[in-house]
């Protein structure tokens, strides 16, 4: 049995690319990841851009619990960022002699 060559199709060849920019001409991304998606290389986006933490506050309670600034505190910690905070609430869980607050500067 003798084989033939093969011919790419036109769905396998690849897009025209404009030399000066090196972009696809009909999707306007760069060729090579062009190709890669056709070919099913799975190409995703880049991640976009996540707010970094501020800093923040770790609160602890007694064992009983505690309601504080409209939230329970147990004795389990809960981490609180400082912009979620008014200056009041801030203020008020400091003042509290049954919270332990931690101040933490993220990256924690």
């Known amino acids: ?21 090196g972009q696809s001409e009909t999707t306007g991304q760069p ?25 923040t506050l770790i609160v ?7 309601w504080r600034i409209g939230r329970h505190f147990t004795a389990e910690p809960v981490t609180i960022r400082l912009d979620e905070l008014s200056d009041d609430e801030a203020l008020r869980l400091a ?7 931690v101040p933490v500067n993220a990256p924690y």
Do not use: F, H, N, Y
């Open 60 to 66: 602890k309670g007694p064992a009983r619990g505690r």
């Open 95 to 101: 003042a509290d002699p049954e919270l332990t607050i």
């Open 1 to 21: 049995m003798t084989s033939t060559p093969k011919t790419k199709s036109a769905a396998s060849r690849p897009r025209d690319v404009t030399p000066a920019t």
């Open 31 to 55: 060729a090579s990841l062009v190709g890669q998606a056709e070919a099913g290389g799975g190409v995703s986006p880049p991640p976009a851009d996540e707010p970094k933490p501020g800093p």
